[in-house]
C-alpha cells in the first residue's frame, strides 16, 4: 500500500538556521500519526515541506504517493495552518461554501454539520471571529472535503475541552474511514489518547518514533493493594517488574514497569479488598528521549 507520507533524508535550512535535519519517516495510510516536540523543534517546517509551502534543502518527500509539487495531490489533503489568517467582511459561512466549491462540490449539508458539532458560529465577518471561532473554522475547511490525508498544526490550541473531545471523535472517524490523520503538538496529552504512533522531534531532529500501545505498556504506573489480612512481603519480593516495594500490614504499595501480570497473581493468593492503579504516566518516558538526545547531542558539541 502506497504511504501516506514517505520522506527520505527530508532537510530544510532557512539560511543557516536548521529546521529540519535529515528527516526518514513513513506514515501509513489509515493511521493517526502524532508529530510531538517543544516549540521550534522543528514540527512546523515539516508540515510546510509536507503541503510545498516551503522547499526542502535537501532530501524528498512524497505525499498520497506523489510530489507535494503536484497539484492534483492538494485537493486529496487537508491542511489547518498553525497560525490560519482569516480576514475580511465575508461571514465565516460564505468563505467556507467558496472554499467547498474550490475543491469539487462540497455539500452544504456537510458544512453545516461539522459547524454544529464544533458549535461554531458562521454567520460572523471573517475579521470580527474570535480566536476559538477562527480555530473552529480551520479545522471545518480541513476536514469538510473528506480528504485522505488530514494534517493539522497544533490543532487544539484555543479549543475549549467540550469541542476538543468533539475534535478527537472526528478524527477517530476519519481513521475507522481509513483515512490518515498527522496532527502536531508540544503536548503529549493532547495527542496520545487518539494516536497510533507518536514521532517525537527536537531540535530539527527525529528522536523517536513509538508504537503509543508499546508506549503505555512500557509505562511506570503505581500501584496500591489492600487486603483482608496482613500479607509477608516475601509473596511479593522479586516478582518481574516490581519495583519501589512497600508491604506495610495488610496494604502493598509499588511501582510496576510494563505489564502488572507477575503482581496481580501474586496477589490472588490473598483476599484483595481494594486495588488502586494510577494511569501510567506516558509523560515520564516522553521526556527520557528528551533528555538522552539532550545528553547525546551534549556529548556530540564536546567531542
Ligand atoms: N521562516 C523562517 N526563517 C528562519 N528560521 C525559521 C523560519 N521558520 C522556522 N525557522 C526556525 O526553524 C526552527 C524550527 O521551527 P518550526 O516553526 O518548524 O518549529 P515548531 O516545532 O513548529 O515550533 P512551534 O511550535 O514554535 O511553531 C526554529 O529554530 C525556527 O526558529
Redesign the pocket.
Known amino acids: 500500500m502506497t504511504a501516506a507520507v514517505q520522506a527520505e533524508g527530508l532537510t530544510k535550512y ?2 543557516d ?4 535535519e535529515d528527516l526518514t519517516l513513513e506514515i501509513r495510510p489509515g493511521e493517526i500519526f502524532g508529530y510531538l ?10 508540515i510546510r515541506l509536507l503541503l510545498d509551502v516551503i522547499r526542502p534543502t535537501r532530501g524528498s518527500v512524497r505525499v498520497l504517493g506523489e510530489d507535494p509539487r503536484t497539484a492534483a495531490v492538494r485537493s486529496r489533503v487537508g491542511y489547518l495552518p ?1 497560525e490560519l489568517a482569516l480576514e475580511g467582511r465575508d461571514q465565516a459561512l460564505d468563505y467556507l461554501r467558496f472554499l467547498g466549491r474550490v475543491r469539487g462540490g462540497v455539500p452544504g449539508s456537510r458544512i453545516e454539520a461539522l459547524a454544529e458539532r464544533f458549535d461554531a458560529d458562521l454567520s460572523v465577518p471573517m475579521r470580527k471571529l474570535s480566536k476559538g471561532n477562527k480555530q473552529k473554522v480551520g479545522l471545518i475547511q480541513a476536514f469538510m472535503h473528506e480528504p485522505e490525508l488530514v494534517i493539522l ?2 490543532p487544539t490550541s484555543g479549543l475549549d475541552p467540550l469541542v476538543q473531545q468533539e475534535f478527537l471523535a472526528l478524527v477517530r472517524e476519519v481513521r475507522t474511514a481509513g483515512r490518515t490523520v498527522l496532527m ?1 503538538s ?1 503536548v503529549l496529552a493532547e495527542v496520545e489518547s487518539v494516536s497510533d504512533r507518536v514521532g517525537i ?1 527536537r531540535r ?1 531532529r527525529l528522536v523517536a518514533v513509538e508504537n503509543v500501545a508499546a508506549l503505555r505498556e512500557k509505562a511506570v504506573r503505581r500501584m496500591e493493594l489492600h487486603f483482608d489480612a496482613p500479607v509477608p512481603r516475601s509473596a511479593f519480593e522479586g516478582l518481574p517488574g516490581v519495583r519501589d516495594l512497600r508491604v506495610e500490614g495488610a496494604s502493598v504499595r509499588c511501582t510496576i514497569d510494563g505489564r502488572p501480570d507477575a503482581l496481580v497473581k501474586a496477589a490472588a493468593r490473598f483476599t484483595v479488598v481494594h486495588l488502586v492503579s494510577a494511569e501510567p504516566d506516558l509523560e515520564e518516558i516522553f521526556l527520557t528521549y528528551y533528555s538522552e538526545e539532550e545528553r547525546h547531542h551534549d556529548r556530540q558539541e564536546s567531542a
Open positions: 532557512y539560511g538556521r536548521r529546521g529540519l516536540g517543544p516549540n521550534g523543534a522543528g514540527k512546523t517546517t515539516t498553525g498544526d497544533e502536531s508540544h522531534v530539527g
